[in-house]
Nanobody, 122 residues
């Protein structure tokens, strides 16, 4: 079972930036897609950004142009650079490692870390 450890969340004001990190224990990390999900209070967990093994990225429409996902396969680490944060970005952010591509339905994935809290508030 893959172990995932997220970090980097914080309380920030609207317009600020944050960089989230996630270290995964998955062997052959570079062969997998990785993705960031988030869950706001009272809402379902949703896919925010993903990057596959070839480096192709995809983003939720509302974060496109503000968020950037990247990975460092040597360190088994993925990142989410979040700029121009908005109050609607407030959520617990989770990362995951996926075969092929990361699913929009989070229930498909069985292993999750504890997440990291991002709060955007003035």
């Amino acid at each position: 079972q893959v172990q995932l450890v997220e970090s980097g969340g914080d309380l920030v004001q609207p317009g600020a930036s944050l960089r989230l990190s996630c270290v995964g224990s998955q062997s052959n990390f570079s062969d997998y897609a990785v993705g960031w999900y988030r869950q706001a209070p009272g809402k379902q967990r949703e896919l925010v950004a993903a990057i596959n093994s070839r480096g192709t990225t995809n983003y939720k429409t509302t974060v496109k142009g503000r968020f950037s996902i990247s990975r460092d396969n040597e360190k088994n680490t993925m990142y989410l650079q979040m700029d121009r944060l908005e109050t609607t970005d407030t959520a617990v952010y989770y990362c995951n490692v996926c075969r092929g591509q990361c699913p929009t339905n989070y229930l498909v994935l069985k292993s999750w870390g504890q997440g990291t809290q991002v709060t955007v508030s003035s």
